[in-house]
């Protein structure tokens, strides 16, 4: 199977200071692939890579065989490559339905976007229930929806979540994993999932690849690193 996305060996650089230090990993189409790793190790800086927020000084990233590393944000959005970012950022200031249209942005056809809209308030019935209600004014939980709304709204080939459970209650965090599985299954998109809840992570995922300083330094299938020793003891707190 050709890989639909490729890192390949990239370097980013804060100042003088190496984030990443030759980055590289694939995805597969449907695949969900688990990204894990302390807090500082990168993964941030990786998803930002990928989706143009930040530009490789070496190596490049690829997307169904186009290199996009040097492209701006908006143009790989274009692509169908969509970030959820950490900390949810929705606009707080604008209604649910609002921040929803956003996410549009690629889509000319309004037709469409009505169709999609609708779909939305279908995967998120609460979001329906909320749509004149400001942004801002939402839970955590709520707010982590109307993010995921947004991101699907660009039709996304590949979805990149950063962090989504995090600050959210026990109970949300179950919904979200679902959420993720469910996009997923039902439409067939690619995910690439950085989340501190490194044994859910590992359990809906297919592959990870555990990253320490910018370096990775573990790659396999979930089931060979839930078996593995440095794993165990260093994000499950298994002894």
Same mark, same amino acid.
């Given at each position: ?9 990239? +370097? ?35 998803? #930002? ?5 930040? +530009? ?42 609002? #921040?929803?249209?956003? /996410?549009?942005?690629? &889509?000319? #056809? ?6 999609? &809209? ?29 993010? &995921?709304?947004? /991101? ?46 490194v044994k859910k992570s590992l359990q809906i995922a297919g592959r990870a ?5 910018g370096s990775i330094v573990l790659a396999d299938t979930t089931d060979k690193?839930?078996? #593995? ?9 298994? +002894?």
């Amino acid at each position: 199977m050709e890989n639909l996305l490729e890192v390949d060996q990239i +370097h980013v650089y804060y100042d003088k200071i190496a984030a990443l230090k030759g980055i590289s990993l694939y995805l597969q189409q449907g695949e969900i692939v688990a990204m894990i790793g302390a807090n500082g190790a990168g993964k941030t800086t990786l998803i #930002n890579t990928i989706s143009g927020v930040l +530009h490789p000084q070496k190596g490049f990233v690829k997307f169904k065989d186009e290199i996009i590393s040097n492209l701006p944000a908006w143009k790989i959005a274009r692509r169908r490559v969509v970030q959820i970012p950490e900390g949810r950022k929705v606009f707080p200031r604008l209604t649910v339905l609002e #921040n929803i249209e956003i /996410g549009a942005f690629p &889509i000319n #056809n309004k037709k469409e976007v009505k169709k999609e &809209i609708e779909n939305m308030y279908n995967l998120f019935p609460v979001l329906k229930e909320r749509k004149k209600q400001l942004a801002g004014t939402l839970s955590g939980g709520e707010q982590q929806m109307l993010a &995921i709304a947004r /991101g699907l709204m660009a039709k996304p080939e590949i979805l990149m979540f950063d962090e989504p459970s995090m600050g959210l209650a026990p109970i949300l965090v179950e919904k979200v994993f679902q959420t993720i599985q469910e996009i997923n299954k039902r439409q067939g998109i690619t995910i690439l999932l950085v989340e501190q809840n490194v044994k859910k992570s590992l359990q809906i995922a297919g592959r990870a690849y555990v990253m320490e300083t910018g370096s990775i330094v573990l790659a396999d299938t979930t089931d060979k690193l839930l078996e #593995n020793e440095l794993v165990k003891k260093a994000y499950l707190g298994e +002894h």
